[in-house]
Each structure stands twice: as C-alpha cells, then as structure tokens.
C-alpha cells in the first residue's frame, strides 16, 4: 500500500531525497507547499506532485497527506516538526534535527506525548554498505576497535546559501559534522575531546574538525569542509586486526565499494547502487504502514544534537 506525502518547500535536496525513492517504491506525492507559490508549481510540475497549496500549514492539514517530508533550513526543522505532531503527521525530517539540544529535546517530548514518529533522515545508516562496515567493527574481523575517521568534504555553497547564515542555523558542522559524529556514535558512546574551527563569518563555520574518544579507549575524528575542491565523503574504521574504508558513505549510490585490509589481504566489496535514500524511505514507510521498528528514534536524535552542541563548545563558539 502506498503512503501519501506532503513536502515542505521546494529544496534541492528533495528530488534525491524523496522524489525518486517515491517514485521507485510507488508512493505519492500528494501535496507541496513553498515561501514563494511560482517555485511550489515549478516543482509540482517537475516531479508530479498532484497539487500545490498555499502553506506549509496547508500541506500538514491536508487530509489527504499520510506523512510529511521536511529538507527546509535548519532553523525550519523543528518547528514544522512540531506542527505536524500537533496534527497527528509521522514526519521524515532532515537532518539536523533541531537547531541545538534544548529545541531536540522539546521536539521529541512533543512527539513522543502524542505517539507521533519524527524520524530524522541519516539516510546512509540504511545503506548495506554502512551495515556491512558496522558488522566489521562488531565480529572480530577488524579486531578491537582503534580509530574511526570521518572526512567530509564539498565545494563552497554560493553565497546566498541557507548553510551560511547563523539565523537559519547554518555551518559545516551542522551540514556535514552531524553525519560524522551520528555515524561515531554507531561505534560507541563518544565524547568529544577537543574541536576547532574556521569561521565564514561570525558563527559559521565554513570548517570544524572534532576529536572524540571511546569508553574503551579508541578515538575517533570527524573532519568537515564546506571550502573542499571536491566532494569527498569517506569513513574508515581502524581496528587491532585491519581496517576498512567505505569509499562514499554518503551517496553510496555513486560509489558502493567498501576495502576491507587485514593479514589476509586486501579485497573490495561492492554493495550496490541503489539509493541510500531509497532504503531509507522504505523502511519509514514500513514504520507508517506496518509498524515496523525503526533504528533512529529521537533519543538518538536528542544525543546527536547534544554532541554537536558539545563540538561547537570545544570549538570556541556557541551552539546554534
């Protein structure tokens, strides 16, 4: 059975996100809504979304929307997020959750009150290639867990764009960081040990690497770059008895290879090309329909936004 979606705003992100996967798993796009109506019917016209409407209110109202679909700014998430629990709307935010702890925290106490889904969409967490490098790092083939390292890269935004004002919650760490250290948190339950970072301008960082260390001892980084000459979006896991490198965790659908090097040799493994956006809507849709569990509830959303909170503190600035 199909679910029906409303999207919120017209977002470059949106065609990969939920454009394709929905059509590839035969949902609907029912309704969109933008600050500016000519792009909401440009993008209803593009993708085959059955109608445009006046809000972002409208479109969580509408009764003909199952669930809502969320990639506005930063700033935006949690309070349409809360506007959809108040109607009853499971929602697939994007990442970040909120802008900071508190708001994540105000958020997932609203939504768990009222029995609402918000799952926040760390879309490469259900990719086989992340499953696969997280089974390393548990049976034995890597040995104990050393080091996890994370290196995210991509060529500056424009100038207008959303990741480089503070008011709309911007920077690299929340853009990029929050994938790196929601991944290290799949390893263990990090801390973060100390952070810097570049400011654009006052408050945004246009990079910020951070530092964290395990219980057991291992340590890990999170690099992020919004001034790379390329996109490049890897993680390696270092461990007793080898590692492995996930070549694009991010758009595992661009490149699926992970390179697993121990005593034995080195092989390269190949985990398909289907999107990570695509395993992701399936499972939500699953959740919305069946009841299926699913891995990314807002307590985690809550302490991934409390370790951000922490990197940009260690970092010398302030929490968005």
Same mark, same amino acid.
């Given at each position: 059975?199909?679910?029906?979606?409303?999207?919120?705003?017209? %977002?470059?992100?949106a065609?990969?996100?939920?454009? &394709?996967?929905?059509?590839?798993?035969?949902?609907?796009?029912?309704?969109?809504?933008?600050?500016?109506? %000519?792009r909401?019917?440009?993008?209803?016209?593009?993708?085959?979304?059955? #109608?445009?409407?006046?809000?972002?209110?409208?479109?969580?109202?509408?009764?003909?929307?199952d669930?809502?679909?969320?990639?506005?700014?930063?700033?935006?998430?949690?309070?349409?997020?809360?506007?959809?629990?108040?109607?009853?709307?499971?929602?697939?935010?994007?990442?970040?959750?909120a802008?900071?702890?508190?708001?994540?925290?105000?958020?997932?106490? !609203?939504? +768990?009150?009222?029995?609402?889904?918000?799952?926040e *969409?760390?879309?490469?967490?259900?990719?086989?290639?992340?499953?696969?490098?997280?089974?390393?790092?548990?049976?034995?083939?890597?040995?104990?867990? /050393?080091?996890?390292?994370?290196? $995210?890269?991509?060529?500056?935004?424009?100038?207008? +764009?959303?990741?480089?004002?503070?008011?709309?919650?911007?920077g690299?760490?929340?853009?990029?960081?929050? =994938? &790196?250290?929601?991944? $290290?948190?799949?390893?263990?339950?990090?801390?973060?040990?100390?952070a810097?970072?570049?400011?654009?301008?006052?408050?945004?960082?246009?990079?910020?690497?951070?530092?964290? !260390?395990?219980?057991?001892?291992?340590?890990?980084?999170?690099?992020?770059?919004?001034?790379a000459?390329? =996109?490049?979006?890897?993680?390696?896991?270092?461990?007793?008895?080898?590692?492995?490198?996930?070549? /694009?965790?991010?758009?595992?659908?661009?490149? +699926?290879?992970?390179?697993?090097?121990?005593?034995? *040799?080195?092989?390269?493994?190949?985990?398909? #090309?289907?999107?990570?956006?695509?395993?992701?809507?399936?499972?939500?849709?699953?959740?919305?329909? +069946?009841?299926?569990?699913?891995?990314?509830? /807002?307590?985690?959303?809550?302490?991934? $936004?409390a370790?951000?909170?922490?990197?940009? #503190? !260690?970092?010398?600035?302030?929490?968005?």
């Amino acid at each position: 059975m199909s679910i029906r979606i409303g999207v919120l705003g017209a %977002s470059r992100i949106a065609e990969s996100a939920i454009v &394709g996967p929905a059509g590839e798993l035969g949902h609907r796009l029912v309704a969109v809504a933008a600050r500016d109506r %000519s792009r909401a019917e440009s993008f209803a016209e593009k993708y085959g979304v059955e #109608r445009v409407v006046a809000s972002y209110q409208d479109v969580i109202d509408d009764a003909e929307v199952d669930v809502v679909y969320n990639p506005l700014a930063n700033s935006l998430h949690a309070p349409w997020n809360l506007a959809a629990v108040q109607a009853g709307k499971p929602v697939l935010t994007e990442k970040p959750f909120a802008r900071n702890r508190a708001e994540a925290q105000h958020v997932a106490a !609203a939504a +768990d009150a009222a029995g609402v889904t918000v799952m926040e *969409g760390f879309h490469y967490y259900f990719h086989p290639v992340t499953q696969r490098a997280l089974q390393l790092a548990g049976d034995g083939t890597l040995g104990d867990l /050393n080091r996890v390292e994370v290196r $995210m890269g991509m060529p500056a935004p424009q100038p207008g +764009d959303p990741r480089w004002s503070l008011e709309l919650a911007g920077g690299a760490l929340m853009d990029l960081g929050c =994938y &790196g250290l929601h991944i $290290m948190r799949r390893f263990g339950a990090p801390s973060v040990v100390r952070a810097k970072a570049g400011q654009r301008t006052p408050g945004i960082d246009e990079w910020c690497d951070v530092e964290v !260390a395990f219980p057991s001892g291992a340590t890990g980084l999170s690099t992020n770059t919004m001034v790379a000459d390329e =996109y490049s979006f890897t993680l390696r896991v270092i461990g007793t008895r080898g590692e492995a490198l996930v070549h /694009n965790f991010i758009k595992p659908h661009e490149d +699926d290879r992970i390179t697993i090097s121990t005593s034995a *040799g080195t092989t390269v493994e190949h985990h398909g #090309r289907r999107a990570s956006y695509t395993y992701q809507l399936e499972a939500f849709a699953a959740h919305v329909r +069946d009841g299926a569990p699913i891995p990314l509830d /807002n307590t985690d959303a809550v302490a991934n $936004m409390a370790l951000i909170d922490d990197a940009y #503190r !260690a970092a010398g600035m302030e929490p968005r």
